[in-house]
């Protein structure tokens, strides 16, 4: 039993002597503290990217231009002007026409106006067309898809021409739009379309001077030029001159016009 208590009081002894050290040292025995961290930054948020444009429209033929825009338009051997419902576009013989915007082929075939032509739908019912085509492309049939960008024909100048070029419409519920508002333009939707802007044109028409006059209209012009030379005779001086240029193959009958006062506000039926 002696030993028991002396022993006890060892311990005791042992344990109140570190304790006592401890709090000498000045030891810190209270739980850590957590220091609170500043919030993380926010990452700024990218702007959102507009919505991917539904309509594409290309270039029927890249890089060359309109040579006869959209409008009330008279030709040498026309008495009045008349619209032209689409535009022109000059170009080699041979160079390929793509088609603007994906669609379903509608027509293909030939006229002894429009020559070789091709015709296809689009989204919203818009149709384009193309014409005077030296060839058109085998497999641009009636039904076939084509992909915007795809070849449908080659430059030519068949049918009613004045040179090597492709007459290129646009129209939606058969009227005729201004192609121009279209070429090379996209929109994201429906509502961007430009059927309003695209459907006005002015109402002055242009004189067209071209280089070369298709065979089926010089009779046109052989009665004046006649007329004009009877009196001429009779006069001792000439009241008109007309002059024709051969036909070239690498001229494009780009065409000159000037601007006159139409003779009829009333917009003539386009041939």
């Not at 270039?59 to 022109?88: I, Q, T």
């Not at 020559?115 to 739908?121: A, L």
Request: aromatic letters at 6%; a positive charge.
């Amino acid at each position: 039993m002696r030993h028991f208590w002396l022993e006890a009081a060892l311990v005791a002894g042992v344990t109140l002597t570190a304790v006592t050290a401890a709090c000498a040292a000045g030891a810190d025995l209270s739980p850590p503290r957590i220091t609170p961290q500043p919030p993380a930054a926010a990452a700024p948020v990218a702007p959102a990217a507009p919505p991917p444009a539904v309509f594409e429209y290309g270039e029927p033929v890249p890089g060359h231009e309109v040579n006869s825009p959209f409008g009330l338009r008279r030709m040498p051997w026309e008495k009045h002007g008349r619209l032209h419902e689409g535009v022109d576009i000059a170009a080699p013989v041979g160079m390929s026409v793509l088609a603007v915007a994906d669609g379903v082929v509608t027509r293909a075939g030939n006229s002894s106006s429009y020559g070789r032509f091709v015709e296809i739908k689009h989204a919203e019912g818009l149709i384009s067309f193309y014409a005077h085509l030296g060839r058109v492309d085998p497999r641009a049939k009636p039904g076939a898809a084509v992909l915007g960008g795809r070849a449908i024909g080659k430059i030519g100048s068949s049918g009613t021409s004045t040179g090597p070029h492709v007459h290129f419409e646009i129209r939606r519920d058969d009227r005729p739009l201004n192609p121009v508002a279209f070429i090379g333009r996209e929109f994201a939707t429906a509502e961007d379309l430009p059927l309003q802007t695209a459907a006005r044109y002015s109402r002055r028409v242009r004189v067209a001077q071209v280089s070369f006059i298709p065979e089926a209209k010089r009779a046109l012009m052989e009665g004046p030029r006649k007329s004009a030379k009877v009196d001429a005779d009779k006069e001792d001086r000439p009241r008109a001159t007309l002059t024709f240029t051969a036909k070239s193959a690498d001229r494009a009958g780009v065409e000159a016009s000037a601007t006159v006062p139409a003779a009829d506000p009333t917009v003539p039926t386009a041939g």
